[in-house]
Nanobody, 123 residues
Framework: QVQLAESGGGTVQAGGSLSVSCAAS????????MAWLRQAPGKAREFAAG????????YYADFVKARFNISRDNAKNTVYLQMNNLKPEDTAVYYC????????????????WGQGTQVTVSS
């Protein structure tokens, strides 16, 4: 059974930093591109960042470029999202997702999803 378990969410003040992690199990991790997507209250789920199976290629939505950094550790079956200079509009539930196709933000169709972790940025 495939599981994607996010952790590390919380509340931070605007301008602060937060890191979230996603531990994967039940799948051959290196066959999958990984992504972080987010969903704010009343809004559609949107792509934030993606990373190729090797970690060699990364993709970012325009609204997080130069502020967020996605990385992965294939030895630990874990993907990370480091978020810097957070803004109140970054408040959302952040989801980890996996798929065999490139996770470059072209579509939000993923094979597996985590349960999500809440990130709240106060002004």
């Amino acid at each position: 059974q495939v599981q994607l378990a996010e952790s590390g969410g919380g509340t931070v003040q605007a301008g602060g930093s937060l890191s979230v992690s996603c531990a994967a199990s039940g799948l051959r991790f290196t066959l999958y591109s990984m992504a972080w997507l987010r969903q704010a209250p009343g809004k559609a789920r949107e792509f934030a960042a993606g990373v190729s199976w090797s970690g060699g290629s990364t993709y970012y939505a325009d609204f997080v470029k130069a502020r967020f950094n996605i990385s992965r550790d294939n030895a630990k079956n874990t993907v990370y999202l480091q978020m810097n200079n957070l803004k109140p509009e970054d408040t959302a539930v952040y989801y980890c997702a996996a798929r065999k196709k490139l996770a470059n933000g072209v579509s939000n169709d993923y094979d597996y999803w985590g349960q999500g972790t809440q990130v709240t940025v106060s002004s």
